[in-house]
């Protein structure tokens, strides 16, 4: 009988919080890269990455991002998967074009945030307007880069624009692939809260032909928002972007330390973590 194969993103760094959160959170592209092939190593098949510069600062300067996935693609094959959110350097309110500059950072896939969201971070109040018509543009310009877009969805009408609006435009290569990002309510408005009644209710809603992954934002959401991703069907998220805790009050040693109890995780179920390629044949991404 041949088992399901789940893909395993990882998300090891953030474009918030940083070391005062974590020490263990990688922030350097050295220590990212480290951190990305020991979860390679622990079953994970893409990698989700954000940048800072030399002091520290978030940053989507391509050149940081061209050494970041340069270091890691001298490790392991796993997919890059480049962040385009606005870089959150503090004092700073930057256009949503900010994440843009990492379009020829040499990445197979980019995430697309579908949809306004307003993020408090701090005393730090930002409004993202990805409005329709920006989203058709950027994800135009990675399908002429033969860049996968990864939808990060926050709601379900996030869901509904890329079903009734980015698809219909042809911008996407099939099969589209979506995040269900739940757990962010308490930072953003437009976030959903993670519960498994809302996690079936957008699963619902994804057409047969959709990719989809899910993630819990938070040490009370990520492994129950996975465990439900795996027993509806999907694909699943971890990372130090996401949580910083192994268990209620316990931090992550490590990312891989997330990645491996999630491949347990799948194990346990009867199905296996896809390797780079394997995921790659999933999401119909040529090999670079």
């Not at 290569?173 to 309510?185: A, D, Q, W, Y």
């Not at 934002?217 to 996975?226: F, S, V």
Request: charged share 20%.
């Amino acid at each position: 009988m041949t088992r399901r194969k789940v893909i395993v993103t990882v998300a090891p760094t953030s474009n918030f919080h940083g070391k005062e959160a974590n020490p263990a959170l990688p922030v350097t592209p050295a220590e990212i890269a480290d951190s990305v092939y020991d979860c390679y190593n622990a079953g994970a098949s893409v990698v989700h990455l954000h940048a800072r510069d030399e002091n520290m600062i978030q940053s989507n300067d391509v050149n940081i991002f061209r050494d970041m996935n340069n270091r890691i693609r001298q490790k392991c094959n796993i997919i890059l998967q480049n962040s385009t959110a606005p870089a959150n350097k503090p004092g700073m309110e930057l256009s949503i074009d900010d994440g843009l500059s990492v379009l020829d950072a040499g990445a197979e896939m980019l995430s697309l945030d579908c949809g306004p969201l307003v993020v408090k971070f701090g005393d730090v109040t930002r409004t993202q307007v990805w409005t329709r018509d920006w989203l058709t543009n950027a994800a135009s310009e990675m399908q002429k880069r033969n860049l996968k877009p990864e939808m990060e969805i926050f709601n379900n009408t996030n869901l509904e624009d890329v079903i009734n609006v980015l698809k219909p435009a042809g911008v996407i290569n099939m099969p589209p692939s979506v995040t269900l990002v739940l757990g962010m309510n308490r930072a953003a408005q437009g976030g959903m809260e993670y519960s498994m009644d809302n996690l079936y209710f957008m699963v619902k809603k994804i057409p047969s032909e959709f990719v989809w992954t899910a993630m819990g934002i938070g040490g009370a959401n990520q492994h129950r928002a996975t465990c439900g991703a795996l027993l509806l069907g999907g694909n699943v998220r971890v990372g130090f972007e996401d949580n910083i805790y192994y268990r209620p009050g316990e931090l992550a040693t490590s990312n891989a330390q997330l990645v491996e109890r999630i491949v347990l995780t799948i194990r346990d179920m009867g199905m296996e973590p896809a390797t780079p390629d394997e995921a790659r044949e999933i999401l119909c991404i040529k090999k670079q």
